[in-house]
Each structure stands twice: as structure tokens, then as C-alpha cells.
């Protein structure tokens, strides 16, 4: 299986999620967004599979320390993209591809191993 794991290492969802998969002998490759970056291309596939609202973590630290101002201005795919690019830590982790097949933001375990099987 062709499994990339997109996120930042030190997050606690994508550490679990990667030692779920390690658990699971699913081999995968990772992604740091922090030394990597985020490719525009990618981002483009993610916003039109997954929608920008989704890829949007509003619940994390990240969020709330950018300014009122900022956060209102995140209102359409151009603005969030923009943020996304300009803040990798504001997209919820960790992205997966599955098989380039298709594309999971979080970690559910359950889903997951539906996705295993």
C-alpha cells in the first residue's frame, strides 16, 4: 500500500496516528509540513476533495492565536489556501493518501481500519 502521512511530528494526533499504523506493520511515508512545506498542487487536490473547512483547524492553538482580523478573513478555498500556505500549522493532521486513491484529515481509527481492509 502507497501511504503518505502528512503532518508535523511533533503532534500528538499524528503520533498516534503513525504508531497505529507502525502497530499495524502499514508501511508509509511521512511528510513534515515544517521542512517540506505544504505543495500547492497537493493543497489544490485536498481543498476540492476534502473542502477547505475541513483542512481548517479552527480548534487548535494554532487558530487561536492568529488575530480576530485574520480569522474573519478566512472566509473561501482562496483565503484558507492562503493561510494554509503562509501557516502549515493551522491544517488539521494529520493528512493522509491512501493509495493517491483518495484523502483522510484526523485520526479515526475505526475508518482507518476499514481502509486497511
Known sequence: M???????????TVKKARAWLAERGVEHAFHDFKKQGVPPALLDRWISELGWEKLVNRNGTTW???????????????????????????????VVEWNRKFTTVGFDAAQWQERLA
Open 64 to 94: 487561536r492565536k492568529l488575530s480576530p482580523q485574520v480569522q474573519a478573513g478566512v472566509t473561501d478555498a482562496t483565503s484558507a489556501k492562503r493561510l494554509m500556505q503562509e501557516n502549515v500549522s493551522v491544517i488539521k493532521r494529520p
Open 2 to 12: 502507497a501511504l503518505t502521512v502528512y503532518g508535523i511530528p511533533n503532534c500528538d
